[in-house]
């Protein structure tokens, strides 16, 4: 009948308190008048019945106070959440420690926890996790550091010995060294670099560095770690790191490689003496593209040589030659070229750029150079006297090519002496266009070589001409006498008398002797008038004809007493076999000896000595 007031009357004056404070909070719904119900009765079951009420209604606070004057820890679940929501977590520590020592429950004694280090009551915290507990202490350590409660989460951490959370926990806390000992506890490389990256961030780079140690090792962490460092501008504290860090066993190429990387970036002093130590420990390709980038030209020759691209190595010297050009490098380098058209880029820079040095390199390349090539580009671009060593040098092989450059290299140089040994030396060039170029050269000895050149193409009359205008008396005699015509020898001697040249004449006729005939020069010498010039050469003719016909008289008396000694002996020489001759000493029928051209003991013995040795060297002779 909605009678409340009547109700509630009615059950307090016979003490059912709970009916009465239902009536209260259900439908006069008066939570004042519940509350000063319960206070005037102080009925635990009243205040339980009111705590919910309140709770119910937001009244955390007020809620809380009831349940604990009620000592109900029945509903701690609720209260968790509402003071949670209220954070209300002052008042959830006073709930919970009376609901604790009615129950133990661990989501009482974890929310606790929690509730202790919300309210910053710290020694509490480590009071309660110090004594025998069933709270979830690793999970209520997560929350507060969820919740940046850090130094809670430390003692917590700490009381579970989760050294990596503990590391990060204090790297929040600014204890740098405490969560470097926290990490080498954890030995997690996740930690290492939360803790190292926190280091940096906060300009600690010692303890930065002793964590890093433990991250590079680690060639998948250390592009990360990288990246990190270089993003914020921290090059030298990473190259330290990494310098570091190459004394380590477990020291990798990765390293190597991205230290050499930094060098080209941020320290280019560095770079070569670390290439020149660990060349073969770095991942070269990644360095190359590196130095390239840099334009570190010395350093990208050094890895191309140690990497066999010598190719790219000379195309690079070739290119920026006052960075990273070195002649020794340079010629041992040149000889594994694979590409042979380098060799003739190569001379082209020489001489550009050390003309001095051509000829040493030309020495080292002349095993592999195509030599009518090489003389062929210089004499085109006119520096051949630049490398005259070389062409001498390479002169062995009979080339047409380079004997004919040398040659005129000598005829500018207006070396004859030398010309003259290479023609002796050398002869696969053009004799006959050398020898007509030089007919007419300004100098005598070159105009001597021609004639000699013609003498050597056995164009006799041409090389003695040549002589007879230059002079040249006495080669143009030795020409005449090897031409071996004495039409041209006679000339010569013809043309002696008309230049009036009498001793030449008279040389003639003892250099020419075999081509001069004596009836010739008689007629000359007498036409004129220097028959004392030619006495001697008639004088030793006529003692050579002389001679000749004593040898012919002797030869004639030889003749004639061989004949006549052949004309002494039979027809028919040789001994008869014995097993021809008859019983009696005759053949067949009695024939006497002697017969048969078979001479007899009488001939035998009146025959000279020369022809009883030729009886007796027949058959007989031999029995």
Not at 372 to 389: C, E, H, I, N
Not at 428 to 434: K, M, S, Y
Not at 506 to 522: E, K, N, Q, S
């Amino acid at each position: 009948n909605e009678l409340f007031e009547e109700a509630f009357a009615i059950f307090k004056k016979f003490d059912v308190n709970t009916s009465a404070v239902q009536v209260l909070i259900e439908h006069v719904k008066n939570l004042d008048r519940a509350y000063e119900f319960a206070e005037r009765c102080n009925d635990p079951t009243v205040w339980s019945e009111l705590a919910r009420a309140q709770l119910s209604s937001g009244a955390v606070k007020e809620a809380i106070d009831s349940f604990i004057k009620a000592d109900d820890p029945s509903a701690y679940l609720d209260v968790i959440e509402a003071a949670r929501n209220n954070d209300g977590y002052e008042d959830m520590v006073r709930y919970l420690q009376m609901a604790r020592k009615k129950a133990r429950e661990a989501i009482i004694e974890t929310e606790l926890v929690f509730a202790y280090a919300k309210v910053n009551r710290l020694a509490d915290l480590e009071e309660f996790i110090s004594s025998p507990n069933i709270a979830q202490i690793q999970q209520v350590g997560d929350r507060c550091y969820t919740e940046e409660l850090y130094e809670a989460a430390r003692i917590l951490y700490n009381n579970v010995s989760n050294y990596a959370r503990l590391a990060s926990t204090l790297v929040h806390l600014g204890e740098f060294q405490a969560a470097v000992d926290g990490a080498r506890k954890a030995n997690s490389t996740k930690t290492w670099k939360e803790v190292c990256f926190a280091c940096v961030e906060a300009g600690e780079f010692r303890m930065a560095q002793m964590c890093g140690l433990h991250i590079v090792v680690h060639a998948d962490e250390l592009e990360e770690l990288i990246n990190f460092y270089q993003s914020r501008g921290f090059f030298q504290e990473l190259i330290q790191l990494l310098e570091a860090a190459l004394g380590l066993e477990r020291a990798h190429m990765g390293m190597f490689t991205e230290l050499a990387i930094l060098y080209s970036k941020y320290n280019t002093e560095k770079m070569r003496e670390h290439l020149e130590l660990f060349w073969s420990r770095v991942n070269i390709p990644k360095v190359l593209r590196a130095a390239e980038q840099a334009h570190l030209w010395p350093e990208l020759v050094f890895l191309y040589d140690k990497y066999e691209e010598y190719d790219n190595a000379i195309q690079t010297m070739m290119t920026h030659p006052t960075q990273c050009w070195k002649e020794a490098m340079f010629k041992d380098i040149i000889t594994k070229v694979a590409n042979i058209e380098l060799y003739y880029k190569a001379l082209s820079h020489y001489l550009e750029y050390k003309p001095m040095l051509l000829n040493d390199l030309l020495l080292v390349l002349t095993p592999r150079l195509d030599h009518t090539r090489a003389v062929g580009y210089f004499q085109k671009v006119g520096q051949l006297s630049l490398v005259l060593p070389y062409v001498k040098s390479v002169q062995s092989h009979n080339n047409k090519v380079i004997n004919e450059a040398l040659n005129n290299i000598y005829i500018e140089n207006e070396d004859y002496d030398s010309l003259r040994e290479s023609i002796d030396n050398y002869n696969n060039f053009d004799n006959i266009a050398l020898a007509q170029r030089m007919e007419k050269h300004e100098l005598i000895e070159f105009r001597r070589i021609a004639a000699y050149l013609f003498k050597m193409n056995n164009r006799w009359k041409q090389a003695v001409e040549l002589c007879k205008k230059d002079l040249l008396f006495k080669d143009a005699m030795e020409y005449a006498a090897d031409s071996r015509n004495s039409e041209i020898s006679e000339d010569l001697m013809s043309w002696f008398l008309e230049n009036k040249n009498f001793e030449s004449f008279a040389a003639g006729t003892f250099v020419m002797y075999d081509m001069l005939r004596p009836d010739v020069i008689l007629e000359l010498a007498w036409r004129h008038n220097i028959m004392d010039f030619a006495m001697p050469y008639l004088i030793q003719t006529i003692r050579e004809y002389t001679s000749k016909v004593d040898k012919l008289e002797v030869s004639d008396e030889t003749r004639t007493k061989e004949a006549e000694n052949n004309n002494q002996q039979p027809l028919v020489l040789g001994e008869q076999l014995m097993l021809t001759a008859g019983p009696g000493g005759m053949m067949g029928g009695g024939m006497p000896p002697g017969m048969y051209g078979m001479p007899n003991m009488q001939q035998q013995q009146a025959a000279p000595p020369q022809q009883q040795q030729m009886f007796n060297g027949g058959y007989m002779g031999t029995m």
